[in-house]
C-alpha cells in the first residue's frame, strides 16, 4: 500500500511539471509574437514604414516608397474665373462643359411707300429690319465647380458686348452668363482645353442679305428681295437643294450670285462674305456661308448643321423669300394662323384711328397660343409679329409638314352695311365641320356675340390642310359696336379663352374616339 502512493504522487508531480513547461512556453511565444508585431500595441494608428509586398527578392521592391503605394488624390474644387478680352470670352477653372445659345430677335416693319434712300425719285416698300442677338451661357454648378459671387458684372470697352451678366441660378445649380448687345453678333470661333474655353464673338456679316429669326415657334430665314421659289408655289425652287459636298451630317443650298430681284425688277449682283456662325439653338448648331465659282459663274453656298431631324421650306413673294424650319416630330401640335400681316393688313375699320384686321387677329392669336401653352399644348404659330407670311397654300403645306393634329386660323369680317354683325365659323371638307360647330359654341358662349353659325366656303387656307381646319371671323371690323370691343384686350381675351376651349373640347373628342 505504502509503494502504490508513493508512484501516484511522483505521477501528479510529473504531470503538473509538463503543464507548467507547456503553459510557459505559451507565454513565451505569445511575448515573441508581440515583439515581432508591434503595430498592434497602437491598435494600428501608425501605418508600418515597411512597404507590403508579396515578394521575397529585395531587388523587386521599389525604393521610391509613393510609387509602391496608391496615392487617394482628393478632388480639389475648382473657382470660375470669366474674363473677356478683344471680344472673347474665357472660362477658366472649368470642370464641367459651358453650353450656350444664340437666340435672334429680328423684329421687322413693314415700310409703304416712302423714300428709302437719298436721291430716290420715287417711293418703295420695303421691311425695316432690327437685327438684334442675345447669347446666353450656361455652366452646372456643384462642390467641385464653383463661383464666388451670387451676381457679377463685366463692362467691356469699346466692344461689341456692351455688359456682361453673371447669375447664379440656385434652382437649376447652375451659373448663368448673358452677353447683352444692341448689334447681331454670334460666336465664330470656339477653343477649348481641359478645363477652359473661350468663345470668339463677331458681328454678323451677310445681314443685308438675310436674318434668322428663333425666338418663336416658327423658326425662319428671312430673306428680304432675293427671290428662292416662284411666287405661290413653292416646289419650283431656284436654287439647289441638299447639295452632296461629302459632309454626311450637314445639308447645304447652293445659289447664284447673280439674281433676279422681284422688289428691283432686274438681276442684281449680291456680295455676301464667307462666314461661319454658331447658334445652338436646338434646331441648328452653326451656319456656314462659301463661295465657290463653278464653270464661272459664282455661287454661294449656304451650309447647316441641324441639331434634329428638319425640313427646310421655301416661300416667296413680291418683296422677300424665306426658309422656314419645320419639325415633323412635335406631338399633338396646334397650328395657330394669324391671317393676313406685314405688308397685307386685310380689311379695316371705318373709325378715325383706322386700325386694320391683321392686327386684331394678331391680339387674339397670341392669347390663343398663351392659354394653350399654360394648359401644356404643343402650339405653333404661323407669326408672332407684323410679318406677311406667304400665300394661303403655303399656310397648309407647312401645317403639314409639322404633322399638325388640327389647323386654326383667326380673320375678321367687313361688310358695306354697317349693321352686320356676329360670329361665324367656316370649313371646308366634311372632317372639318364637326371641329367648326365645337368651336364656334365655345366662342359664342364666351363673347356673348351673335351667332352666325357655319358656313362652307373653298377657302384657300384650307386647300393642301391635311388636318380639320376652321377659319373663324371673329366679328365684323366695319360694325361701330364691334369695331370698338374688338381692338380691347378684354374683348379678344374672351374671344381666345372660346378658341382655347373649343380646341381642348375636340382634341378630348379626338382621343376619346381614337
Sequence with gaps: MDFNNDNSDKKKKIVTLVAVLLILCIVIAVIIFLILNNDLWNNNDTPSNTPSSTYSDNSLVPTDSSESLPTNT???????????????????????????????????????????????????SWYEIDNKSVIYFTILLDQYNTYQFDENSIFPDNSLVQKVEIKKNVENMSLDIKLITDRCIAVSDISTTQDSASYSLSEVKNMDFYNYSNVYSRKFFFIPEYQLCKQSDSTVIYYEDNIDDGQNDVYSIRFKANAWSSLKGRNINYELDEEKIYINDGYIEYIEFIKEEIGGVLYYRMSFLFQKELILYPNANSLFSTLTLCDPNIENLIFIDAGHGGHDPGTESRTDDKFNEADINLGICLKVEQLLLEKGYNVYMTRNEDIYLGFALERGDIANLHNAKLFLSVHVDSYTEESAKGILSIWRDDQDKPFAQVIQKNIVRTSFASDRGLMWQSLAVHGRTECPAVTIESGFITNPTESAKLKTDEYQQRIAQGIADGIIEYINIIDNNE
Design 74 to 124: 482628393a478632388r480639389i474644387p475648382k473657382e470660375i474665373n470669366i474674363r473677356y478680352e478683344n471680344d472673347v470670352l474665357i472660362f477658366d477653372g472649368l470642370s464641367k462643359e459651358c453650353e450656350f445659345t444664340t437666340l435672334f430677335d429680328s423684329s421687322k416693319d413693314y415700310i409703304f411707300s416712302e423714300y428709302r434712300n437719298p436721291g430716290d425719285t420715287k417711293p418703295t
